[in-house]
């Protein structure tokens, strides 16, 4: 099969690969460059939970092809802390807006690009905002908390 | 006293941040799938499109051709080895357990079934690979309704028929409570077959180093399936571990032996290199075991002042095409529980297990309670309808008050606590029950086209999946302890070790805060270790609610035998008596004399070094313990649905949600609370969204999640949760657990409120889930449109 050279900047870090056309981002991103912490929960774009952001904005990186990134900058979640974490991850930590785990790196990245693009969501907003993205364990209560708490303190990127 | 054991003392009932987010929240988790290991090759399984077929011929040849596969495996290259998957819980001596094999070799009996494996250096080579197997299949004819499979003209799934076992219970007189009374209510009941969706698909690695075995797998039960899978595949037990990483969800869909644990391990032991596999959510919808389908034929006797006289329940269960791991005992998890918190002179209980070509059904969020609340408390409010009373006086009328406990139930389970009055009323408080009702006698007298329900459950449940005494009496295989070993380091702090297994239950938190209570040691002090044999070597997991009521006993017991030998060392060192020594504020000391004496750090360096020890005694604090209850515990409650109906379309959407719930006492409200939301948001997936569909040929329709509904953060209400706290008598703690309390409560609430609604154009029920469509079609059958308008 013919292979296309990218170059893609992830969580700051530019790599330079040869990959499989049909290679999807996600797996570029887990199997290739070892950044695990985009993990997979569907294979119809349904879940969310391998939500990341390219060149700012939220994708489901389950629905990209990594040649569909190449000249782009990713962020993931391993890319969100800086220094100390992002106020989302501090949001969800504080308001329990996880069990499991398993969506949350997803669930933060779509909240952020929400909260991008509306700073001061009300509630309805968060829930209609973040309908993209699935948990099966929060019944999503606390998770709206959190996002309402980071809107608070200001998380606008 | 330091400022560390003052705080220490308060741990227990506070609402800790917890210790697991850290990794979770940075995506520095370690996921089965995440796994990778140097030579490490890729799985991916061939199988069945056919609900139903005999297999002619697999010719992997094409597969095995494509550069990059190694091998490629049909059912017949096992059939030597791979034995049968386990059914742990044999529920009548004549049941009918059908040979299991992980991968079929004759014969395939549901649409996913395993029919060979493809290995490749790569997950995309191996796909690539399985699309080329050519397997041919002669058709049989599928089963797929359980009501007509027992029929003697049905297709059969088995040789042995499609009737797996019959099992009874009765006990008063049921005929002599049916008969003559004033009121008699029957009522048929689905309940729909689920799809669990934990959002992390099931992985699976495995390797094979010389014979010794290790197993990496998203389990909620690494403990029962290293002897599975030593009962299995005939490998010796100590030469297996098996490892559950993080694991994302489970909800009873991971409490499970599955034919791909079992064929990592042979495909592994075959080709000498580790292996990796992982479902897509298609497969796994396909594949993951199913919960609930059940048909419940309901009958209930009652005075006209409403007096319930007795209960009659017949189930038909769906087992699908095999039986799983304890797949035969989750109805009857529910059969000590129709009669929930209610009193009544008689009760007569049947479940027919019954075969059809569909996935296995087994353990789903709540297990058999979920069911038999929804029946019950569905019936109840159709008997009160019929009485003309409402729903909640008719419950109270019946239920066991708060002083009659402990109370035998007509099911003989022993109730040790409760107070439904106190959940009820604080229930009744928050939700505004008087002025909704109110509300809705004035919509429903204006007309309004947008009806105002409200739907209740007085909930109660059997959790912590022990006593082992009542297991075995149950027919179950194994047992119900747990297990806990408490170590103190050198440097004071501790590792606890449990033997349940977390998968996003808090354990790694509220361990610790239990422990660090107990031994007056900080709560960062405490590391919490699970989820690896080699590391935890005895335990029987988690699922049935039972951690904390179960689990958590074992850690206290063990606490408190590293407090007994701290005793005997403190004596020692003061040279003063054992019987004058007590335990405060984190230090052991002289009665009335706190200065003089040692904190749990100090003692365990004193074991450490070792200069002094008592005469024959070991120089170690570390103690273990086991934990078997008497008697499971019974967390209860209320939960109040206000729905509104929009009778024009039939969208029903939740306008307030109230869950008062008693799970006795707490170690962490903040976690609780999550597992109370997180349920009923399950148990609104049942009432609204959620159903598996298979079509007339047996195919699974719905295996995505844009066909299987798990609902979105858009498609729930906001929850208002509150507790009251009795105690569970059962264990030294008094918890009872929690984590499907709200799932087994909230289906019929929901339900309830629906058919409240509608009740005044005759509607007495709407199948779940109640769809938009299903509710206009019942409200168009009901003003005899036929639903054609």
Known sequence: ????????????????????????????????????????????????????????????????????????????????????????????????????????????????????????????EIREGLE????????????????????????TS | MTADTQAAQA???????????????????????????PGMLHMVFVRSPMAHARITSVDLSAARALPGVIAAFSGADFADEQGSLPCAWPVTEDIVIPAHPPMAVEEVRYVGEAVAVVVARDRYTAADA????????????????????????????????????????????????????????????????????????????????????????????PHVLRVMLALVTGIPEQNIRVIAPDVGGGFGSKLQVTAEEVLAVLVTRKLGRPVKWTESRSEGNLTVHHGRDQWQRIRIAADRDGRLRGLSVDL?????????????????????????????????????????????TDAYRGAGRP????????IMDELAAELGMDPLQLRERNWIRHEEFPYTTISNMEYDSGNYEAATARARELFGYDALRQEQNER???????????????????????????LGQLGYAGGGWEHASVRVLPTGKVEVVTGTSPHGQGHETAWSQLVADQLGVAFEDVRVLHGDTQVSPKGFDTYGSRSVAVGAPAIFSACEKVLAKAKRLTAHMLEASENDIEFSDGRLHVRGDPEKGYSIPELALATFA?????????????????????????????HLCAVEVDTETGQVSIRSYVAVDDVGKVINPMIVEGQVHGGIAQGIGQALYEEAVYDDDGNLVTTTLADYLVPSAADLPSYVTDRTETPATTNPLGVKGVGEAGTIASTPAVVNAIVDALRPFGITDITMPCTPERVWRAIQNARGNGGAA
């Open chain 2, 316 to 360: 038909l269960a769906d087992m699908g095409a095999y039986l799983m791991l304890v797949t035969p005992g989750i109805p009857l998890l529910g059969a000590f529980l129709y009669n929930s918190i209610y009193k009544m002179d008689a009760y007569s209980f049947r479940c027919t297990g019954v075969f059809t070509t569909k996935m296995p």
């Open chain 1, 1 to 124: 099969m013919s292979r296309a050279n990218i170059t893609v900047t992830v969580d700051g870090v530019t790599y330079t690969d040869d990959v499989e056309p049909r290679l999807l981002l996600v797996h570029y991103l887990r199997d290739r460059l070892g950044k695990t912490g985009t993990p997979i929960g569907c294979d119809t774009s349904n879940c969310g939970a391998c939500t990341v952001h390219l060149n700012g904005e939220s994708v489901k990186s389950c629905a990209v092809l990594a040649i569909q990134a190449d000249g782009a900058e990713v962020t993931t979640i391993e890319g969100m802390a800086d220094g100390q974490w992002h106020p989302l991850q501090q949001a969800f930590h504080s308001e329990h807006a996880l069990q499991c785990g398993y969506c949350s790196p997803g669930m933060i990245m779509a909240a952020a690009d929400l909260l991008r693009s509306n700073p001061r969501p009300s509630d309805q």
């Open chain 2, 610 to 638: 070792a200069h002094n020890m008592p005469s024959g005694m070991e120089p170690s604090l570390d103690s273990d313990a086991t934990f078997d209850p008497e008697n499971f515990s019974f967390p209860h409650g209320t």
């Open chain 2, 11 to 37: 741990e227990q009932g506070r609402a800790r941040l917890r210790k697991e987010d850290a990794r979770l929240v940075t995506g520095q988790t370690n996921w089965t799938d995440n796994i990778v290991l």
């Open chain 2, 444 to 470: 429903n007298l204006d007309g309004d086209p947008v009806r105002l329900g409200i739907g209740i459950s007085t909930y109660i449940e059997a959790c912590g999946w022990a006593p082992s005494r009542i």
């Open chain 1, 132 to 155: 993209g993205n699935l948990c099966r364990c929060t019944g999503y209560e606390n998770i709206v908390r959190a996002v309402r708490r980071a809107a608070e303190a200001g998380a």
């Open chain 2, 130 to 221: 399985a699309a080329l197997a050519d397997v041919s299949y002669e058709p049989l004819p599928p089963v797929l309704d359980l009501r007509t499979a027992l029929d003697e003209s049905s297709p059969k799934v088995h040789a042995e028929g499609n009737k797996s076992f019959e099992w009874v219970f009765a006990q008063g007189d049921a005929d002599e409570a049916f008969r003559g009374a004033p009121v008699v209510i029957e009522r048929n009941y689905r309940q729909q077959r689920l799809i669990p969706s934990a959002i992390e698909p099931r992985a699976v690695v495995a390797t094979d180093v010389g014979g010794e075995f290790t197993l990496w797998s998203s389990t909620q039960i």
């Open chain 2, 371 to 378: 069911e038999a609340t929804f029946a019950i408390e569905r």
